[in-house]
T-cell receptor
Framework: DADVTQTPRNRITKTGKRIMLECSQT?????MYWYRQDPGLGLRLIYY???????NKGEISDGYSVSRQAQAKFSLSLESAIPNQTALYFC???????????FGDGTRLSIL | QQQVKQSPQSLIVQKGGISIINCAYE??????FPWYQQFPGKGPALLIA???DVSEKKEGRFTISFNKSAKQFSLHIMDSQPGDSATYFC??????????WGAGTKLIIKP
């Protein structure tokens, strides 16, 4: 089984809908991250969490919210989706310090 | 400013050639510089990383060269193979809370 699992892998929805992307990990890491990937822009950090009670905004948090339900689970919500949120979304986990981040395989989200 | 500038945006190299991707940073507090490799349909995965106390790190065909005074670092892929075709991201970390990512380089190795 994958260390970091994202669901769904693909989602097409309409403007104004509420969407939740889920992430679970078996790495035992405290730190979890949500990124957005757009062509030519690389990875941009949406939110990050260093433990269950710690949630922090990243570079592009507007229009998004997150919930850290447990050490292993970190979900991303779009309260009212808009077309410019169409992108590839990645969840990642990591240990403290200069340790590698481990990524899921992403959710491709299209908002019509 | 927290930025990492990566170039080129795309790169085509013949099989057996050397692929070179460059990154530049501004924040002297950065103390960890990883490179990630991403294949289509997959998330990025750590390829190789370096700290600023060394000027070069080599792992197999992959080498990071680091120039602290110029605030630049680069990835060299020797004897490039078609299986190396992927998107490569440089990043920088200040041991604080997050990685700062370059925009990515799409590398194509032609057989």
């Amino acid at each position: 089984d994958a260390d970091v699992t994202q669901t769904p892998r693909n989602r097409i929805t309409k403007t104004g809908k509420r969407i939740m992307l889920e992430c679970s990990q078996t790495k035992g890491h405290d730190r979890m991250y949500w990124y957005r990937q757009d062509p030519g822009l690389g990875l941009r950090l949406i939110y990050y969490s260093f433990d269950v009670k710690d949630i922090n905004k990243g570079e592009i948090s507007d229009g998004y919210s997150v919930s850290r339900q447990a050490q292993a689970k970190f979900s991303l919500s779009l309260e009212s989706a808009i077309p410019n949120q169409t992108a590839l979304y990645f969840c990642a986990t990591g240990a403290a310090g200069n340790q590698p981040q481990h990524f899921g395989d992403g959710t491709r989200l299209s908002i019509l | 400013q927290q930025q990492v500038k990566q170039s080129p945006q795309s790169l085509i190299v013949q099989k057996g050639g050397i692929s070179i991707i460059n990154c530049a940073y501004e924040n002297t507090a950065f103390d960890y510089f990883p490179w990630y490799q991403q294949f289509p349909g997959k998330g990025p995965a750590l390829l190789i990383a370096i700290r600023p106390d060394v000027s070069e790190k080599k792992e197999g065909r992959f080498t990071i060269s680091f120039n602290k005074s110029a605030k630049q670092f680069s990835l060299h892929i020797m004897d490039s193979q078609p299986g190396d075709s992927a998107t490569y991201f440089c990043a920088a970390d200040d041991s604080n809370y997050q990685l700062i990512w370059g925009a990515g380089t799409k590398l194509i190795i032609k057989p």
